[in-house]
């Protein structure tokens, strides 16, 4: 049995090394381009994998080249792919990604075969949520497919957790009902909530917003900042290590991956948010997504260097 189900995207990330973001109507020269296994969904189901948990994925490529790089990379993890179809006359996801010399990046995704999931797939393989205890879901693959998923497995008693990323304005108030844990950064956050964030304050009242939808936890984080852990108990900061960047693609994945390997073990939400942090902060000293992802032996030893007590 798999604990964690990963219900979610996969893409071929084209990577662009820039010295700048260009401006609009500006040409610049990049440094580098390499090709990197990406995906929302597919990096937080590689992060679990490489984190020794027991994962699945459900999600759709197409039948060519590059989604068969993309499940091959899903194998070396150990995430079960059985579930990520290959589909005929739709290309893989791609995502094209600009990444500056601060290490930020700026993303454009191609959808393709990730917004072909129906709830069709999701009825057919309903037994992989029902034996799962935590699913993890993104917004890269159809948002009525992530909203039916939620209610299914909210029925079924599963811990359900969304990373609200690429955000939107038009999520349906079914969808924040069904959560457990919602997991934006501050720009998604504000798209969620429709208010603008300048300070702590503004950031709790839109967790609020969130957490009167329905959700039961948002986890709101900040980057350099930590995060914050708002729920009916109240607020609680939590901060980031210090490190230096290199490139924060899949930082955000990485965190969610390493908060579910906690709960799936069953720490406490407070421990596994230090842990999402601790995984996150090796991922944006490396690059690429996939490619940046340490394994469960590299966090052990990274923790001793470092002295942190909460593995
Ligand atoms: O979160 C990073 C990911 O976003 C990239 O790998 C890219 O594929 C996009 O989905």
Redesign the pocket.
């Known amino acids: 049995m798999n604990d964690i189900l990963v219900i979610g ?1 996969l ?1 071929m ?1 084209f990577v662009v090394e820039v010295p700048k973001s260009p401006l609009p109507g500006e040409t610049i020269i990049a440094n580098k381009f390499s090709l990197v296994p ?3 969904g597919a ?1 937080q189901a590689f992060a679990l994998g490489r984190l020794g948990a027991r994962v699945s994925m459900i999600g759709a490529v197409g039948n060519d080249e590059y989604g068969k790089k993309l499940i091959d990379n899903l194998k070396l993890a150990h995430v079960n792919t059985k579930k990520i179809f290959k589909m005929n006359d739709v290309n893989t996801g791609n ?1 094209f ?1 600009n990444v500056d010399k601060s290490g930020e990046n700026s ?1 454009v ?1 191609v959808s393709g075969a990730n917004e072909k999931i129906t709830k069709e797939f999701i009825d057919n393989n309903i037994c992989y949520i029902k034996r799962a205890k935590i699913i993890v879901m993104q917004l ?1 693959i159809p948002i009525e497919v992530v909203t039916y998923v939620a209610k299914i497995a909210k029925e079924l008693g599963k811990i359900v957790v969304v990373d609200p ?1 690429p955000a939107r304005c038009d999520l349906p108030d079914e969808l924040f009902s069904n959560v457990d844990i919602m997991k934006p950064n501050e720009t998604e956050l504000q798209t969620l909530s429709g208010i603008k964030l300048n300070n702590e304050e503004d950031i709790l009242k839109g967790a609020k917003i969130l957490l009167n939808k329905g959700v039961k936890n948002v986890i709101v984080t900040l980057g350099a900042n930590g995060s914050m852990l708002v729920n009916a108990n109240g607020y609680k900061k939590f901060d980031a290590l210090k490190v230096d960047v290199v490139d924060t ?2 930082a ?2 990485s965190f969610t991956a390493g908060l579910v390997n906690s709960l799936v073990l069953g720490k406490s939400l407070e421990d596994a948010i230090k842990y999402g942090h601790i995984v996150s902060s090796i991922v944006v000293t490396r690059k690429g ?1 996939q490619s940046s992802i340490p394994t469960k032996m590299e966090v052990s030893k990274y923790i001793k260097e470092v002295g942190l007590v909460n593995e």
């Open positions: 995207s893409n990330d990406g995906g929302k990096n995502a990604i993303i995704v890269e990323a693609t899949a955000g994945d997504a």
